[in-house]
């Protein structure tokens, strides 16, 4: 590995690059002089480059998206004073702090020290990284690296899988430096079990074969968009809530109102002759009538807040009534055809996120703190980007969500409890009275919890169709496998009630038709995530 080598792979991957000269000098195929130099003049280089585009565009970069969620305006003002009074610790802390390198040093150069200053703190920081790093793994690379050349013979594999092994091990030694970074650490490592968190295409995976299956038995995957003839292809995506609320008994739906897409003007205007001839009054909730999973929902809490929110949604948007709960509730519902009645197949009970202060922990710390909250940090931290370091009060609450949505922050826990007869009849005669429903989930809330086993005194928020969950399925307290019944159980149902309605005469949606709603439907799926 030649000197100029060794300075250019620094600028791609510092650790990697001071790893892998590290094994080398290990092996004896280069010299140490050789090998720690070009590292540090590497690291050097790279870190005055940062600083020199921070200087030379200024302010025009710390405006870019990726960079201002990493250094959001009121800690870029925080950071200038910091500059003026400790700027040396920032740099230095920068350097072993995963994250902090790239938007720190740019922020040096934009809002921080001249370059004699910074370059003499760089320089530091660099003495003290690259023949640490270098260094340790010089000394104890060998049994690494014999290790698995016991495993994959020895050559470039060996030294190649050792040098990712020990960047592991390297990223996990810098985050167990600061408490923000063991927090992180912590929060990525419990995925692994904490299941409810996985992505989607993960969770589903094991149900590949079952619905293969199912599509067999039944006739073919397309069986399932018969399920609900009321909704656009059985509800897979794309359909309308607007249009399916008006299916509904309106004593039982929280007042809602639809806005068209169209010119901003026209839409403001729509929305104050809304709210002024039905009396309503703030908060008010606003969401795209096509979207899922809480995208897009704000609650607007005065009028100042509806234009900047539909500039950014251009598409249809529903208005509703906020109704405070504080009780929400998926209720999972299907009949099947010819039978005179149906059944809650299931029931989950949504409990929001809420931030308690003790006085002395930013808003930051307390959501990585938190044992749950930390494995959606990134999500709560979007939403109070403004006050992520305010320090609460000893006892103050901070909502962080008031979308009932797993992906937004919710917890889902079984609701099985609620289950009453009295309930059951209530949810099956306003599931009876719209025409075409068979297999679903209500949306509701509720003020008191035993008012609502009578089937008392709630709302419904919307009604989802045949790409609804059973959501009780992401109680933590539930193991992977309740979960996985409960699925199988589900989608058995979807295509046991589809085919019956096929037989009967319902024409399934063809491909075509399911690939353009699809691709509609993950368009839409982007809009952006405001869900407070």
């Known amino acids: 590995m030649s000197f100029l080598t060794i300075i250019l792979g620094t600028l791609i991957s510092e650790d990697l690059t001071c790893i892998a000269v590290g094994l080398l000098i290990n092996q004896g195929q280069l010299q140490w002089w050789i090998g720690l130099t070009g590292c540090y003049l590497g690291i050097l280089v790279g870190d005055l480059g940062l600083w020199l585009i921070g200087r030379l565009l200024g302010r025009r970069i710390l405006q870019h998206r990726w960079l201002a969620k990493k250094l959001p305006a009121h800690r870029r003002e925080s950071l200038r004073h910091w500059f003026e009074r400790r700027g040396i610790y920032a740099v230095l802390l920068a350097r072993f702090i995963?994250?902090?390198?790239?938007?720190?040093?740019?922020?040096?150069?934009?809002?921080?020290?001249?370059?004699?200053?910074?370059?003499?703190?760089?320089?530091?920081?660099?003495?003290?990284?690259?023949?640490?790093?270098?260094?340790?793994?010089?000394?104890?690379?060998?049994?690494?690296?014999?290790?698995?050349?016991?495993?994959?013979?020895?050559?470039?594999?060996?030294?190649?899988?050792?040098?990712?092994?020990?960047?592991?091990?390297?990223?996990?030694?810098?985050?167990?430096?600061?408490?923000?970074?063991?927090?992180?650490?912590?929060?990525?490592?419990?995925?692994?079990?904490?299941?409810?968190?996985?992505?989607?295409?993960?969770?589903?995976?094991?149900?590949?074969?079952?619905?293969?299956?199912?599509?067999?038995?039944?006739?073919?995957?397309?069986?399932?968009?018969?399920?609900?003839?009321?909704?656009?292809?059985?509800?897979?995506?794309?359909?309308?809530?607007?249009?399916?609320?008006?299916?509904?008994?309106?004593?039982?739906?929280?007042?809602?109102?639809?806005?068209?897409?169209?010119?901003?003007?026209?839409?403001?205007?729509?929305?104050?002759?809304?709210?002024?001839?039905?009396?309503?009054?703030?908060?008010?909730?606003?969401?795209?009538?096509?979207?899922?999973?809480?995208?897009?929902?704000?609650?607007?809490?005065?009028?100042?807040?509806?234009?900047?929110?539909?500039?950014?949604?251009?598409?249809?948007?529903?208005?509703?009534?906020?109704?405070p709960g504080p009780g929400e509730a998926g209720v999972f519902y299907y009949r099947l055809p010819g039978e005179p009645t149906g059944h809650i197949f299931s029931i989950t009970a949504k409990h929001f996120p809420v931030l308690i202060g003790d006085g002395r922990s930013t808003v930051e710390m307390l959501i990585w703190r938190h044992p749950r909250f930390r494995m959606q940090a990134a999500k709560f931290l979007a939403r109070q980007e403004e006050q992520a370091d305010r320090v609460l009060a000893v006892g103050e609450e901070l909502p962080l969500a008031v979308a009932g949505n797993h992906c937004q922050g919710t917890m889902f826990c079984d609701g099985a409890y609620l289950v009453t007869p009295a309930l059951e009849r209530i949810i099956d005669e306003i599931a009876g009275s719209c025409a075409g429903f068979y297999f679903g989930r209500f949306d509701v809330r509720f003020r008191d919890e035993e008012?609502?086993?009578?089937?008392?005194?709630?709302?419904?928020?919307?009604?989802?169709?045949?790409?609804?969950?059973?959501?009780?399925?992401?109680?933590?307290?539930?193991?992977?496998?309740?979960?996985?019944?409960?699925?199988?159980?589900?989608?058995?149902?979807?295509?046991?009630?589809?085919?019956?309605?096929?037989?009967?005469?319902?024409?399934?949606?063809?491909?075509?038709?399911?690939?353009?709603?699809?691709?509609?439907?993950?368009?839409?799926?982007?809009?952006?995530?405001?869900?407070?």
């Open 98 to 323: 995963p994250g902090m390198r790239f938007p720190v040093y740019l922020s040096a150069g934009a809002v921080g020290p001249g370059a004699r200053h910074f370059l003499i703190w760089a320089a530091l920081a660099g003495v003290l990284w690259s023949p640490l790093l270098v260094g340790l793994v010089a000394w104890l690379g060998e049994p690494v690296v014999q290790t698995l050349e016991q495993l994959v013979g020895p050559g470039w594999a060996a030294l190649l899988m050792a040098a990712l092994l020990l960047l592991l091990l390297v990223r996990v030694v810098e985050m167990s430096l600061s408490e923000l970074g063991r927090a992180r650490l912590i929060a990525g490592v419990s995925r692994i079990w904490r299941w409810e968190f996985w992505p989607s295409w993960l969770m589903y995976l094991p149900l590949v074969p079952w619905i293969g299956w199912l599509s067999l038995r039944y006739r073919g995957f397309r069986t399932i968009t018969c399920a609900n003839p009321l909704m656009l292809h059985g509800g897979i995506a794309g359909e309308s809530k607007w249009d399916i609320l008006q299916h509904l008994p309106t004593e039982w739906i929280v007042p809602s109102a639809f806005l068209p897409a169209g010119p901003l003007d026209e839409r403001l205007t729509h929305v104050r002759q809304i709210i002024a001839e039905r009396g309503w009054n703030f908060p008010l909730i606003f969401k795209p009538d096509q979207a899922e999973r809480g995208a897009g929902l704000r609650l607007i809490r005065e009028e100042a807040q509806i234009q900047p929110y539909l500039e950014m949604i251009t598409i249809p948007v529903l208005l509703q009534i906020y109704h």
């Open 451 to 532: 008012a609502f086993k009578t089937g008392r005194d709630f709302q419904i928020l919307e009604l989802n169709g045949i790409s609804s969950e059973s959501t009780n399925i992401y109680d933590p307290a539930r193991g992977l496998w309740a979960a996985y019944h409960t699925l199988y159980r589900q989608w058995a149902l979807l295509f046991r009630i589809g085919a019956a309605l096929r037989t009967q005469g319902q024409l399934p949606a063809t491909w075509s038709e399911i690939i353009r709603t699809l691709h509609h439907h993950y368009r839409i799926r982007k809009v952006p995530d405001l869900a407070d």
